[in-house]
């Protein structure tokens, strides 16, 4: 059988080849955007077996299996690991066309060195012992990143974690540099009057700030937003289910509804669209004054299926696509930033293929001289980084912005191996640039494009994000 991820696996011309070679596949890899352990990095994680390093917390693989037909006790239960490694096999199989088909294949070949099997039954005994044999041997958490040349990795991080495995690992001195990214979410998670006020104790602890007010939320925030500074924190980042903004609601009221919330009062719709409003301004306008690049996911519906959310938790593969309009609400917080003089680098991440254009067209209306390319339409992201997801945001970006300035792709995993995942997008740009080099909508211009694709890849993000010369 012909190899499948052979050199020119997704590079369908000469010049997309050429693209990729001398262009896309020499540069190191920014990853601004993850969800790795900062313990497994810092302490040099080993794996004893495949499963631990593919299946553990994979919540992609997890939805592949379920839509299989396979039993839970075989994806988050108390099967072995050899059997859930086996049902992932019977998997693969009906993931044909789906980007965990390319990505798996990928991860193998270049971090297992197994790029003469397609993974199914037939072969499942096989890779397991072949992969496994690899990881006993001494593969580890640095090996992986030392093998896909990774220079920064970034996490992200609650404002109340001590970043004390962020400190280890920069002690180590390795090549790949660590940085935190500050994830504020669970400080707008008003739903839940009872988890919120625990949250606000763990808060006060560790900023020192008695939180009795919206100010002195706020303030505690503060506090812990500049420990992160101070620990090489270049970046914020907020899962952000709506971009609320509500221009009529003042401190006064914001100081009133969260001290209702404090005493345990379930807040209105209304109550908390307002709250979370005046909250994203304020934590906006932190990351502006410490220079940081300010992160939005937007968009996605969490743990829509009730039963398996109160039987395995959050992050076990119940989210989907929302599809709220929210152009409005984001313009107006921009405006609001923009009028301040607070509004910084952003990228925008929507969840939703059908918001390209929106935003690609409304951060074109905030760019100005501070940073060339200082509004960002975030890669594909979530249920869009995949061939399709990934052309459609790019395409969006092409057209309503400059695609050279684009900041590039991100893992937005919690696998240490997915950063095959970068591959696999400088794949496809190669053979987007290369294919219109081809037909002569681009010139045939190795030198002009090239430049273009290595700027996507490593240069706009190292620049964007400030990593360059960093201490």
Same mark, same amino acid.
């Given at each position: 059988m012909r190899k499948f991820i052979e050199d020119d696996f997704m590079l369908s011309c000469d010049a997309a080849r050429g693209l990729y070679r001398d262009y896309a596949a020499p540069q190191p890899i920014v990853d601004f955007h993850s969800h790795l352990s900062p313990e497994e990095f810092a302490l040099d994680r080993r794996w004893e077996n495949i499963t631990q390093v593919w299946l553990y917390g994979d919540h992609y693989k997890w939805r592949a299996m379920r839509g299989n037909g396979v039993p839970e006790e075989f994806i988050t239960g108390g099967a072995s690991d050899k059997e859930k490694f086996l #049902? =992932? %096999? &019977?998997? @693969?199989?009906? /993931?044909?066309?789906?980007?965990?088909?390319?990505?798996?294949?990928?991860?193998?070949?270049?971090?297992?060195?197994?790029?003469?099997?397609?993974?199914?039954?037939?072969?499942?005994?096989?890779?397991?012992?072949?992969?496994?044999e690899k990881l006993q041997g001494g593969f580890s958490a640095h090996a992986c990143l030392e093998a896909a040349n990774v220079e920064v990795a970034c996490t992200t991080d609650d404002p109340i974690d001590d970043l004390h495995w962020h400190k280890k690992t920069a002690e180590n001195k390795m090549k790949t540099r660590l940085f935190p990214a500050f994830r504020p979410?669970?400080?707008?998670?008003?739903?839940?009057?009872? #988890? =919120? %006020? &625990?949250? @606000?104790?763990? /808060?006060?602890?560790?900023?020192?700030?008695?939180?009795?007010?919206?100010?002195?939320?706020?303030?505690?925030?503060?506090?812990?937003?500049?420990?992160?500074?101070?620990?090489?924190?270049?970046?914020?980042?907020?899962?952000?289910?709506?971009?609320?903004?509500?221009?009529?609601?003042?401190?006064?009221?914001?100081?009133?509804?969260?001290?209702?919330?404090?005493g345990g009062k379930s807040l209105d719709g209304v109550q908390e669209c307002a709250l979370k409003?005046?909250?994203?301004?304020?934590?906006?306008?932190?990351?502006?004054?410490?220079?940081?690049?300010?992160?939005?996911?937007?968009?996605?519906?969490?743990?829509?299926?009730?039963? @398996?959310?109160?039987?395995?938790?959050?992050?076990?593969g119940f989210d989907c696509m929302g599809e709220a309009n929210y152009a409005r609400s984001l313009a107006c917080h921009?405006?609001?930033?923009?009028?301040?003089?607070?509004?910084?680098?952003?990228?925008?991440?929507?969840?939703?293929?059908?918001?390209?254009d929106m935003i690609a067209a409304l951060i074109g209306s905030f760019q100005d001289d501070s940073c060339r390319g200082k509004m960002q339409l975030g890669s594909g992201w979530w249920f869009a980084d995949q061939i399709d997801g990934m052309k459609k945001q790019m395409e969006a970006f092409s057209a309503m912005s400059l695609l050279p300035n684009f900041v590039g792709m991100l893992t937005d995993s919690r696998s240490f191996l997915s950063f095959a995942r970068h591959e696999y997008f400088r794949r496809l740009l190669c053979d987007i640039m290369g294919r219109d080099m081809e037909s002569g909508l681009l010139p045939y211009d190795m030198e002009l494009v090239g430049n273009a694709v290595a700027d996507i890849c490593y240069f706009?993000?190292?620049?964007?994000?400030?990593?360059?010369g960093m201490q």
């Open positions: #049902k =992932f %096999a &019977e998997t @693969m199989p009906r /993931l044909l066309r789906n980007p965990l088909y390319h990505w798996c294949h990928l991860e193998l070949a270049r971090f297992l060195g197994i790029d003469d099997a397609v993974l199914s039954p037939k072969t499942a005994e096989e890779i397991w012992e072949r992969a496994n979410d669970k400080a707008f998670a008003f739903g839940d009057a009872v #988890k =919120f %006020a &625990e949250y @606000m104790d763990l /808060l006060s602890k560790a900023s020192g700030v008695k939180i009795d007010s919206f100010a002195s939320l706020v303030d505690a925030l503060q506090k812990r937003h500049d420990f992160f500074d101070s620990m090489g924190c270049r970046s914020s980042d907020y899962g952000v289910d709506f971009p609320h903004y509500d221009a009529s609601f003042s401190d006064a009221k914001a100081e009133a509804v969260f001290k209702d919330l404090l409003s005046a909250l994203l301004i304020e934590c906006a306008k932190m990351d502006f004054e410490s220079g940081w690049v300010r992160q939005m996911h937007i968009g996605p519906m969490r743990n829509v299926n009730t039963a @398996m959310f109160k039987k395995l938790g959050t992050d076990s921009f405006d609001a930033l923009n009028s301040m003089g607070k509004l910084g680098r952003t990228i925008v991440f929507n969840i939703n293929p059908k918001d390209n706009n993000a190292k620049n964007y994000f400030r990593f360059g």
